[in-house]
């Protein structure tokens, strides 16, 4: 089955660019969407199709995907994008929904 | 205002059933898939089962195949997850799911609060 890997934690301090990646084998072929998941409420969807921001999503939030790594990149971080962040990718092998083990950004 | 609310959750001992619902408003509900995806608690997410717009087209994940049912009933906009033959491990947060397009294979672009179900 197709894995994603996520590192498990992205530490910034406020104003600068988060970079959180997404690994998965030649995942540059397939469409990447990222999720946000604040603690005790429920995933917002902030990326789909790699770099498309559904209304409401801050321009900050920006999303590429290139050979084995799909990346979120969150620019002027601010403390409000304290969050667990997940990506997700459709598998039409086993046309099974695959998503990362999730990664905790920390706003220092 | 796109809305979707669960019911059902609940503590179940192993080997039991639960029947799980997500009544939908503010949007057509035949139009779209709809998904279920879980949290168990202090994890990440999982996800369980997905439902085209029309019903016809299914798919599940494999530790669920078999003990979980999808459903949904357009008349009214209503989606369900029969689950049986539970086991701790599915003890978790269920969020539904509203799928972008009609389609499965498009993305989750919004979820309800989830229920939570504890097998104990």
């Known amino acids: 089955s197709y894995v994603l890997t996520q590192p498990p934690s992205v530490s910034v301090a406020p104003g600068k660019t988060a970079r959180i990646t997404c690994g998965g084998n030649?995942?540059?072929?397939?469409?990447v969407h990222w999720y946000q998941q604040r603690p005790g409420q429920a995933p917002v969807l902030v990326i789909y199709?790699?770099?498309d921001r559904p209304s409401g999503i801050p321009e900050r939030l920006s999303g590429s995907n290139s050979d084995n790594t799909a990346t979120l990149t969150i620019r002027r971080v601010e403390a409000g994008d304290e969050a667990d962040y997940y990506c997700?990718?459709?598998?039409?092998?086993?046309?099974?929904?695959?998503f990362g083990g999730g990664t905790k950004l920390t706003v220092l | 205002e796109v809305q979707l609310l669960e019911s059902g959750g609940g503590l179940v001992q192993p080997g039991g059933s639960l029947r799980l619902s997500c009544a939908a408003s503010?949007?057509?509900?035949?139009?779209?898939?709809m998904s279920w995806v879980r949290q168990a608690p202090g994890k990440g997410l999982e996800w369980v089962s997905v439902?085209?717009?029309?019903?016809?087209?299914?798919y599940y994940a494999n530790s669920v195949k078999g003990r979980l049912t999808i459903s949904r009933d357009n008349s009214k906009d209503t989606l369900s997850l029969q689950m049986s033959s539970l086991r701790v491990e599915d003890t978790a947060i269920y969020y539904c799911?509203?799928?972008?397009?009609?389609?499965?294979?498009?993305?989750?672009?919004?979820w309800g609060q989830g229920t939570l179900v504890t097998v104990s």
């Open positions: 799911a509203k799928n972008f397009q009609r389609s499965p294979t498009t993305p989750t672009d919004f």
């Open positions: 503010g949007f057509t509900f035949s139009s779209f898939a």
């Open positions: 439902i085209s717009g029309s019903g016809e087209t299914i």
């Open positions: 030649n995942i540059g072929s397939k469409s």
């Open positions: 199709y790699e770099t």
């Open positions: 997700q990718v459709w598998d039409s092998t086993t046309n099974h929904w695959v």
